[in-house]
């Protein structure tokens, strides 16, 4: 009895140990690193951008840079992830038009 509790005790230590993340590349933590960066690079790709202004003044009208995200810099650099971005554009008036349809059509289902 006693040495499997010994069993157990080792086992639990060395699995805090792996999801503490010990600074070897093999290790459980680090090992999910390159496909959490991957997955997170994939996920920002697909967010539009939004512009806090109608369409019809896209021209006259733009954004100043978000410095507050410098420090994630790095995951905007793939200029394939910026291609993404800039193919869809989403100005407020849209996001507008968008919602009350959405109202609409929630009210034509319940009350329908």
């Not at 699995?15 to 991957?38: D, M, T, W």
């Not at 920002?44 to 009208?61: D, G, H, I, N």
């Not at 905007?76 to 109202?103: M, T």
């Amino acid at each position: 009895m006693n040495e499997v509790a010994n069993l157990l005790h080792e086992f639990v230590t060395d699995l805090g140990r792996q999801i503490a993340g010990v600074p070897n590349k093999e290790s459980l933590i680090q090992s999910f690193r390159p496909a959490q960066e991957r997955f997170r690079r994939e996920i920002r790709s697909t967010a539009p951008q939004f512009r806090p202004y109608e369409k019809k003044f896209a021209l006259s009208w733009e954004m100043p840079r978000a410095t507050f995200l410098d420090h994630e810099s790095d995951m905007s650099e793939n200029k394939d992830d910026i291609g993404k971005q800039k193919e869809c554009i989403v100005f407020v008036d849209e996001v507008f038009y968008r919602a009350q349809w959405c109202g609409i059509m929630c009210l034509y289902t319940i009350c329908g």
